[in-house]
């Protein structure tokens, strides 16, 4: 089917492979059918090194697609996250070959320098958005997406925040609908 990483919101700010919306988004995948990697970038938990302002994280997200790819070699890749995890697997993925399919969960677009890396992007994008998210509104997440391909899509969680506190459940079912679309195999639609 696939495999796809996970990547958890700034370390400095809380985040780690345990937060509640990438375990969700996680076991949405995985419900269909998808193997799901979480992981803890550099310096978080019991992980080596120290935080890296973005740049060494991006690699963490490498690597985790590097081991997906031996654990799993014939499946497509998907590289997706939450908040700060989104942008690195955004960034990430975008460049990647084996990845075919990307989410980004609560993006924080409004304190994004640049989105600029998404207009290479061809492959299809999941933005999933709560309505009250303070650090990306849903009008920006939604100018973002209109920028790219058709192959992306946006939700916005009605009263959700950023962490979609009372909403876990309305994101989770969203990525799951997402996910059994398959939406890496955009060759077989597009024959």
Same mark, same amino acid.
């Given at each position: ?12 700010? $809380? $985040?780690?492979?345990?937060? =509640? ?10 419900? /269909? ?14 992980? /080596?090194g120290t935080h890296d302002d973005g740049r060494g994280e ?11 790819? =031996? ?12 908040? %700060?995890g989104a942008i690195m697997a955004l960034l990430a993925g975008?460049?990647?070959?084996? !990845?075919?399919?990307? %989410? ?17 992007? /061809? =492959?299809?994008?999941?933005? !999933? ?11 920006? !997440? ?21 962490? %979609? ?15 059994? $679309? ?10």
């Amino acid at each position: 089917m696939a495999a796809a990483v996970v990547c958890h919101p700034h370390p400095l700010y $809380g $985040g780690t492979m345990q937060s =509640k919306v990438v375990f969700r988004a996680a076991r949405a995948v995985v419900d /269909q059918e998808i193997a799901a990697m979480r992981f803890n970038f550099r310096g978080t938990g019991a992980s /080596q090194g120290t935080h890296d302002d973005g740049r060494g994280e991006r690699e963490d997200v490498r690597a985790a697609l590097d081991e997906l790819a =031996k654990l799993y070699p014939s499946l497509p890749l998907i590289s997706g996250g939450h908040s %700060f995890g989104a942008i690195m697997a955004l960034l990430a993925g975008v460049d990647d070959g084996r !990845v075919g399919a990307m %989410f980004a969960l609560g993006l924080p677009v409004d304190r994004m320098t640049d989105t600029s890396f998404l207009d290479r992007c /061809q =492959k299809p994008i999941l933005f !999933v958005q709560g309505e009250h998210d303070v650090f990306g509104s849903a009008e920006a !997440v939604r100018t973002l997406a209109a920028r790219l391909p058709d192959l992306s899509s946006v939700s916005i969680v009605p009263s959700a925040d950023h962490l %979609f506190n009372a909403s876990l459940d309305e994101l989770e079912r969203i990525v799951a609908a997402w996910a059994a $679309g398959r939406p890496w195999r955009r060759d077989e639609r597009e024959s």
